[in-house]
Structures are given as structure tokens and as C-alpha cells.
């Protein structure tokens, strides 16, 4: 079977950290131990039950058909008016929206629709793996720029990112607030970031997914900056502002050229999105749900907390955290890699974090933590990594 396989394109996606970590914590569950998870990016909470119900009523009646393939107006609707309330971005539902199979559909639409096979996309590093293995499955080049400085801090360095800059360069990818450091990007961030795509006549992608998740001061996009808005492409989904991550309802707002593209091939690969699942996405952005601040504050007081309790573990920096759900801990100190103590703190303690490869191959001496479990899971994993630290020093 194996010499039917795409040489181009399967040995390329290697299998990463993350998965075996998972895979090893699942081995455990099954032979009954239990695992506190921290390495998955998932909210811990349910669909909030309006969404659900609306779903259900949907397939109850018949609601189960192709829809547009950009997405159901009455989503794209819902969709614009969202985000015009709560960040104040005015885009048009009928050309300007895109209603996508979760933000990952998303991306890949993006490089299949933009890049050329010369084309070059810069993307801040550390950064969401999945970006960088669908570029190279689709034989698209992509350039790292580190962001982390020598004194584990995160700066968007625009010298750094002229250095990285090519002929061939055509897009910037930017996260914020970022997985897996947490970071939110400044005003100054975002206005030479801007001036960079400008000066440069680039593209921006802006993956805004843990928009809500803002604990310091409040999220801006950055098509909300002079000369933007025509050159940002927007991505976002439901998956984490409301915990639907199984539904797959993601969308894109960009200039109606940019959507026509990015809609003709979306049609010919997904037909569209699940059309009950955008029926609930419907009531996701269309009502206020009072559940997401309940659960946004939650986020804030896990965060807070594991911010203060490792402030009082010597000898192990971290990117302090002002938004999304992560922390990014660096452990070189210890004098092991990010999977070899992620393998050894799933033995020895039961709980599960993700190594730094996952996020770049640079950051093979960090961690993730994921704090998306329970007050009472946080407290208890945190004195079990503290015991393995001190164990390990």
C-alpha cells in the first residue's frame, strides 16, 4: 500500500510531538490511570444550549440540504453585524464574507487560491503548527521570523522581519492573541507590522480566532488601521468563542475580489459548510449569549493563576500570557527537551502538555500548557509540574 502513497506530499507532514504525547496520554486512560489533559487547544466547556437547540430544530426540519456555497446569507448576516458590535469591522455579507468548514479550510484556501509556487509567506515564529504543514503539503515556501527574544520576550522586530524579507515574499500571517504564547499584539505592533505590508506591498492574514480572549486591555484588528483593510484577510471560526470545535463553521471577511477567488475553489472542494451547523452558528452570532462571558471569565482566573504560581518557580521563564488560552514555558534548564519532559511528566504525574516542536522547530526547549480544564484540574496539575520540576532540577 505504501508505494501508492503521494511521495510529494505525505512524508512531508511528519508526525509531531503533540500527537504522541496524546497518544501516550489515551494509552494510560485506557489502562486506568487517570490524565489531567493540558496540551489540547479546546475549550472544556459545552455548546452553549441555544446554539444546540437551534441546530436541532434545523435537521428536525428538513434543514439539511447544500446551502450558497459562500455560506447561508442569513449566517453571513449574523457574521458581519458580530463583528461590527463587538470590534468594529464593517464588512458587506453579500460579497465580502466567506463561510468556510472551520478556520482550517480556511487557511488552506488561502495558500491553494494566493501562492504561487515561487511565492514566499512570512509567519511569525512560534506559531500554530497546522500552518506550516498545510503550506508544505500544498508545495508552498514559507519563511519563519522568531519573535521571542534572548530575553524570552515576545517582539515583533521589524529589522528581524526585513532581514527575512525576499523578492518572492507576498504575505504575512499574523496571530493574535497567539497560540501558544499567549500574546497579544500592541498598538506599536500592529502599526509597523501595517507599515511593513505597506512599505512592501503585502498581503496580511490575520488568524483572529482567540479574538474574544483578550485578558489586558481589548482586541484590535488590524484592518482597522489606515491602508488595511484592502490588503487584511480575516479568519475566524466558532470553535473557540462559542466551544464549537466539532460543528467546523469557520468564515473569512476580505474585499469582495478576494472572497470571489477564495469562494471558486472552496465551492469545487467543500460544496459548503454542514447546513445545520451553520444554523447554529446563526444563533452563535446573531444573540447575545451570556454563557461566552462566563466562560471568558473562567479562562481570565485559570490564567491568572497559573501566571502567579509560576512566578514562584524559580529558574523556568514563560511568555507571560494576555490572551488565548496558553502559556509557553521555556525548560532548557532542566536540562531536557520539550518532548522528553512532556514523555516523563505524562509517567511520573499524569498530566499532559504539548512540546515546543509542535510550534516551530526553534522552540524544541519549550512547553505548551493548555488551561483549558477546570480551576480545580489547573490547581492540581500545577503542583504536580512543580514536584516535577524540583524532581528534575
Not at 501508492?4 to 489515551?26: N, S, T
Not at 437551534?54 to 446569507?73: C, D
Not at 503548527?129 to 521571542?148: C, E, F, M, R, W
Amino acid at each position: 500500500m505504501k508505494r501508492f502513497l503521494a511521495d510529494r506530499v505525505v512524508p512531508k507532514v511528519k508526525k509531531k510531538g503533540l500527537f504522541e504525547i496524546y497518544a501516550m496520554a489515551i494509552e494510560k486512560e485506557r489502562a486506568g490511570d487517570r490524565v489531567i489533559h493540558m496540551e489540547i487547544g479546546r475549550p472544556d466547556f459545552d455548546t452553549h444550549q441555544r446554539i444546540k437547540d437551534r441546530a436541532i430544530e434545523a435537521i428536525r426540519a428538513g434543514e439539511v440540504y447544500y446551502t450558497e456555497p459562500r455560506g447561508m446569507l442569513e449566517l453571513r448576516q449574523a457574521i458581519t453585524s458580530y463583528v461590527q458590535r463587538n470590534f468594529g469591522l464593517t464588512y458587506d455579507p453579500m460579497t465580502e464574507v466567506l463561510v468556510t468548514v472551520g478556520a482550517s479550510e480556511a487557511l488552506d484556501l488561502l495558500w491553494r487560491t494566493f501562492l504561487e509556487d515561487d511565492d514566499e509567506i512570512l509567519i511569525p515564529s512560534p506559531y500554530y503548527g497546522a500552518y506550516t504543514d498545510q503550506l508544505l503539503y500544498s508545495d508552498k515556501k514559507y519563511v519563519t521570523v522568531p519573535i521571542i527574544n534572548e530575553q524570552g520576550e515576545v517582539r515583533y522586530d521589524l529589522e528581524v522581519f526585513k532581514e527575512k524579507l525576499t523578492p518572492q515574499t507576498k504575505m504575512i500571517l499574523i496571530n493574535s492573541p497567539n497560540n501558544p504564547t499567549g500574546y497579544v499584539m500592541s498598538e506599536e505592533d500592529l502599526h509597523n507590522i501595517s507599515q511593513f505590508a505597506i512599505e512592501n506591498d503585502l498581503l496580511v492574514i490575520s488568524d483572529e480566532c482567540y479574538d474574544r480572549y483578550v485578558f489586558e486591555g481589548e482586541f484590535k484588528s488590524i484592518s482597522t488601521l489606515p491602508g488595511m483593510r484592502e490588503r487584511t484577510i480575516i479568519v475566524n471560526s466558532t470553535s473557540k468563542t462559542f466551544s464549537m470545535t466539532g460543528w467546523r463553521v469557520g468564515y473569512v471577511l476580505a474585499d469582495a475580489e478576494v472572497i470571489e477567488a477564495m469562494m471558486r475553489v472552496h465551492a469545487q472542494t467543500i460544496v459548503c459548510p454542514t447546513s445545520f451547523a451553520q444554523v447554529g452558528a446563526i444563533t452563535a452570532y446573531g444573540e447575545e449569549i451570556e454563557e461566552v462571558e462566563d466562560m471568558l471569565l473562567q479562562f481570565k482566573e485559570r490564567k491568572e493563576y497559573i501566571s502567579q504560581f509560576l512566578k514562584t518557580v524559580p529558574g523556568i521563564p514563560y511568555v507571560e500570557p494576555k490572551g488565548a488560552f496558553y502559556v509557553f514555558m521555556n525548560i532548557s534548564s532542566l536540562g531536557m527537551n520539550g518532548v522528553e519532559f512532556c514523555e516523563q511528566l505524562l509517567e511520573e504525574q499524569g498530566v499532559t502538555l504539548s512540546p515546543g516542536v509542535n510550534f516551530g522547530p526553534e522552540w524544541k526547549d519549550y512547553v505548551r500548557i493548555s488551561y483549558a480544564c477546570s480551576m480545580a484540574e489547573v490547581k492540581e496539575a500545577m503542583e504536580k509540574l512543580r514536584e516535577f520540576i524540583e524532581k528534575n532540577r
